[in-house]
């Protein structure tokens, strides 16, 4: 049977293909997307997510925006962080997308995950969250009887490296690290799919090859976003080729040997000065505490652009 995910976004171009793939996978059912406040505002990540959803032909889905500023801190607003210099002015610049063709749910994203959680059964959706954990928090907050209900929550977020806005912390949990360590805290298994697994996952000549072969619109597309991604990518962080951090945790739903993990002690950094937004990550046991969720250390390169490409076929057939 396909996996229900519920898929929690603040696009960004990389979003948009973890959205794609989401949609074009026949192992995963899309069960609702939910946006978040992250790449940039709430009002452009929810029109980047109507957006993409039109495109990929996820229009008969919940899709509901959710939080508009982090649980405590001031939101991160220099260009540098929220979009300006990777994903552009609107969070998802480079080709035109489609006007959305559906109308956002009513409910806040928080109110829309608990209520698809507690109408399934026990271990039914994994929640996919690729921006600030901030959705997701308070959902748990809402209704905390949902951490027994979630089968996992598998994100985009931290490293056990290093960052790439601080030297300790990465984008995702820096911009709301009090409700990261709020989700990595809870008795549920989180798996985090961060940078030391996604710098892995980057789209070479060859893969771009591929995909321009495909030669349809949605191709097309996922090309264009590749090239504005891409350039900006290696702008700000000297890296050639666009790593797809989001369509990463995607890729672990469908398939574990594909985005392989190892059991570790994860918590997230709230008081450092220096740390703040770490994810600090105990393999050895140092720390004498049990390893309490999964960090995801090696990619399948192949396979995973093979389910990349697979999805874009399917979607651009829809």
Request: contains cysteine; aromatic residues 6%.
């Amino acid at each position: 049977m396909p996996k229900k995910i519920i898929l929690d976004v603040d696009p960004g171009h990389d979003d948009a293909i973890a959205i794609l793939l989401a949609k074009g996978n026949p192992e995963i059912e899309l069960a609702a997307i939910t946006s978040v406040a992250g790449n940039q505002i709430l009002s452009k990540t929810t029109y980047n997510t109507l957006r993409v959803a039109t495109l990929v032909g996820a229009t008969d889905i919940p899709i509901a925006a959710g939080a508009e500023f982090p649980l405590v801190r001031d939101q991160i607003t220099d260009a540098d962080s929220i979009a300006g210099s990777v994903h552009g002015e609107s969070g998802l610049d480079g080709p035109v997308l489609p006007e959305p063709a559906m109308e956002l749910d009513p409910r806040h994203a928080a109110q829309l995950i608990i209520d698809l959680v507690m109408a399934g059964e026990p271990g039914e959706y994994t929640l996919v969250p690729t921006g600030p954990l901030t959705n997701i928090a308070l959902a748990m907050r809402l209704q905390p009887e949902i951490v027994t209900r979630v089968k996992e929550v598998v994100l985009m977020g931290g490293a056990y490296t290093q960052g790439n806005v601080t030297p300790a912390a990465e984008f995702n949990i820096l911009a709301d690290a009090e409700a990261a360590a709020a989700v990595f805290n809870a008795d549920w298994q989180v798996t985090m799919v961060g940078l030391d697994l996604t710098h892995q996952a980057v789209a070479t000549p060859e893969i771009r090859e591929r995909i321009r072969a495909i030669d349809t619109d949605i191709s097309r597309v996922v090309d264009e976003w590749l090239d504005f991604f891409g350039a900006n990518y290696d702008s700000v962080w000297k890296m050639p080729y666009p790593p797809i951090h989001d369509a990463c945790a995607v890729a672990r739903v469908i398939s574990a040997d594909i985005v392989k993990a190892e059991k570790a002690f994860i918590t997230v950094e709230t008081a450092g000065k220096w740390t703040y937004g770490e994810t600090v990550t105990d393999f050895l046991g140092a720390y004498g505490l049990p390893f309490n969720n999964l960090a995801a250390t090696e990619l399948d390169f192949d396979a995973f652009w093979d389910l990349i490409i697979d999805a874009i076929k399917t979607v651009s057939k829809s």
